[in-house]
């Protein structure tokens, strides 16, 4: 049974440019968050998707979005990119409620 | 959100016990306790999580305070594979709420 997937793995991109990043949920979940985790600090909600829709957001710009597709998996799209967007970006999968959160290991980002 | 507060860094002996400490003295009487943990170079990986009684499962303990303003997390014999930083999180168990609040959680070095 796999587990959380994310594409790509490492990508590197220039200031002001857009970045798309892809998450495949663990199979039997629903729910779909994502994290920002800078170098050295804990990861940092950005938002959730649950039914297509986000649920809830963190305290991010609107130069984050995201998509869930029908079949649950997920889109973070950073638009614009800053120096400081450098990070790993996790995505998590969930059942809703008070289920344990699955991890991928994460796409690294490196915005030059 | 609620805080939780953390040593940053322990260190354990391999095959011993290893006992981390969580304060969280303004947990709501709804909030669960979890504990995540983030081995190098991967995501966070769910350890265990609990309201008000002692939790057992196949990877750790959690003993609860009776106030519920502290609890530990006990890894009853340590290997190096467990050498990870270890997050203590509050997490209302709302509908749909899937949002985690990572602090910077305790970094646990083992020595062989």
């Known amino acids: 049974d796999a587990g959380v997937t994310q594409s790509p793995t490492h990508l590197i991109k220039t200031r002001g440019q857009q970045v798309t990043l892809r998450c495949s949920p663990k199979s039997g979940h629903d729910t779909v968050s994502w994290y920002q985790q800078a170098l050295g600090q804990g990861p940092q909600f950005i938002f959730q998707y649950y039914e297509e829709e986000e649920r809830q957001r963190g305290n991010f710009p609107d130069r984050f979005s995201g998509h869930q597709f029908p079949n649950y998996s997920s889109e973070l799209n950073v638009n614009a990119l800053l120096l400081g967007d450098s990070a790993l970006y996790l995505c998590a999968s969930s059942q809703t409620g008070n289920s344990p959160l699955h991890f991928g290991n994460g796409t690294r980002l490196t915005v030059t | 959100d609620a805080k939780t507060t953390q040593p940053n860094s322990m260190e354990s002996n391999e095959e011993e016990p290893v006992h981390l400490p969580c304060n969280h003295s303004?947990?709501?009487?709804?909030?669960?306790i979890h504990w995540y943990r983030q081995l190098p170079s991967q995501g966070p990986e769910y350890v265990i999580h609990g309201l008000t009684s002692n939790v057992n499962n196949r990877m750790a303990s959690l003993a609860i305070a009776e106030d519920r303003k502290s609890s530990t997390l006990i890894l009853h014999r340590a290997t190096l594979r467990d050498a990870a930083v270890y997050y203590c999180?509050?997490?209302?168990?709302?509908?749909?709420?899937?949002?985690?609040?990572f602090g910077t959680g305790t970094r646990l070095t083992i020595i062989p």
């Open positions: 303004t947990i709501s009487g709804t909030d669960y």
């Open positions: 999180i509050l997490r209302d168990p709302n509908f749909g709420n899937e949002k985690l609040t």
